[in-house]
């Protein structure tokens, strides 16, 4: 498998179009066409991270993190944190790659995983930060061919409505087609020179615009027409929501305390900080996986009683408690790791024949996909 295939579906499963602003992601170190049967995971991209990836023969490393979030002057091995690490990335030939805020935003990414870990249910997206434009497909096929395109052009995003909650939606027509091959031309029926009339069905799938340019190479790919008839519409209906952090409900009622254990229960992490009123109820709760204090307002909009996130500095506590919201610090890694555990697991199978492992910062394997 190269590199590129890697990409394909890290692509799929973290849409580079959902990334917040300028963030980087995709391959910032290698060569596409560079062939991998090994794939390392992790939250960052540190020196133990490389070792263990060395060891284990991985030619990639996926992290969360990007490796290079800002422009390098230069790849010394005596600079600071990260240039050492690039370059011995480059010296080893392993390609590096990262979802960032993409998997942040994505369905089931970090955000998700970390409202699944604390019990949230009727669980939405916290500040929206994009809402999916929709494409209409609408291609003609010969009625032998009808569920071998639909599945095609299913499996590769198309069909999905409703906020996900429908997929495999299409709508078929029956009609005639004509036309008449020149010559050149090698027609999957009829003969050159020759007007033709076929029985034909008229297949319309709405996808989104991310996911247009795989739909259409999958449609194409399993069509049997020497030229593929289709049209594409843009709509003006919207699909899905996207967002950075999530807001949902408790099963129960909580009080600050018990919800604090529960925190720390859910994110094997005990050095959660709290902030804020201690006498008010928790039934309604935000998540910001990573540094994101900065959506409390959003989070309080929401009508949230509480609000989890990391990297919480005094006057973000300060200012949550005059506004009644409960603040929790619960560790950037904390809050971002089973998300990536998470990423490390659709990779895997998404691509069963690589060995894919996921690794702690410190190089530790934490699990091995085989």
């Known amino acids: 498998m190269k590199v590129s295939q890697v990409l394909d579906a890290l692509d799929f499963i973290a849409p580079p179009y959902l990334k917040y602003g300028n963030d980087p992601t995709g391959l910032l170190i ?15 991209v540190t020196t133990a991270v490389v070792q263990a990836a060395k060891e284990r023969q991985a030619q990639m490393i996926i992290a969360h993190h990007p490796l290079i979030y800002h422009p390098l002057k230069s790849l010394r091995m005596d600079a600071a944190f990260p240039a050492p690490v690039a370059l011995e990335c480059a010296r080893q030939s392993i390609a590096v790659a990262c979802a960032h805020t993409n998997w942040d935003i994505a369905p089931g990414g970090v955000n998700d995983v970390l409202a699944h870990r604390l019990e949230l249910q009727d669980v939405r997206p916290l500040h929206i930060t994009d809402r999916e434009p929709l494409v209409k497909i609408a291609v003609y096929i010969t009625p032998e061919y009808h569920d071998v395109i639909f599945d095609a052009m299913s499996v590769a995003g198309a069909g999905e409505i409703a906020s996900s909650k429908y997929d495999r939606c299409g709508f078929w027509s029956t009609g005639k087609g004509t036309f008449r091959a020149l010559p050149g031309a090698t027609p999957f029926v009829g003969a050159v020179g020759r007007q ?44 899905s929501e996207f967002g950075l952090g ?42 910001g996986g990573g540094a994101c204090a900065e959506f409390a307002p959003d989070a309080i909009a929401a009508g949230a009683d509480a609000y989890v996130t990391s990297d919480v500095r005094h006057h973000e506590f300060v200012d949550a408690a005059e506004r009644g919201l409960l603040l929790l610090d619960a560790g950037h890694s904390a809050t971002e790791t089973p998300g990536t555990e998470e990423l490390a697991r659709r990779l895997a199978s998404s691509l069963p024949s690589l060995a894919v492992s996921f690794h702690a910062p410190d190089g530790d394997t934490r699990n091995e996909y085989a």
Do not use: W
Not at 32 to 43: K, M, N, Q
Not at 228 to 239: E, H, M, Q, S
């Open 196 to 239: 033709e009339t076929a029985s034909e069905e008229r297949l319309e799938m709405i996808c989104s615009e991310g996911r247009f340019p795989a739909v259409i190479a999958a449609m194409r790919k399993a069509h049997p027409y020497e030229e593929v008839a289709y049209d594409v519409y843009p709509l003006r209906n919207t699909g």
């Open 246 to 287: 999530r807001v949902g409900v408790l099963p129960e009622a909580m009080t600050p305390d018990d919800f604090l254990r529960h925190v720390r229960k859910g994110l094997d992490y005990d050095a959660v900080r709290m902030g804020g009123p201690q006498t008010r109820m928790v039934k309604m709760v935000a998540v």
């Open 30 to 44: 290698g060569d596409p066409e560079a062939e991998v049967t090994s794939l390392a995971v992790a939250l960052d």
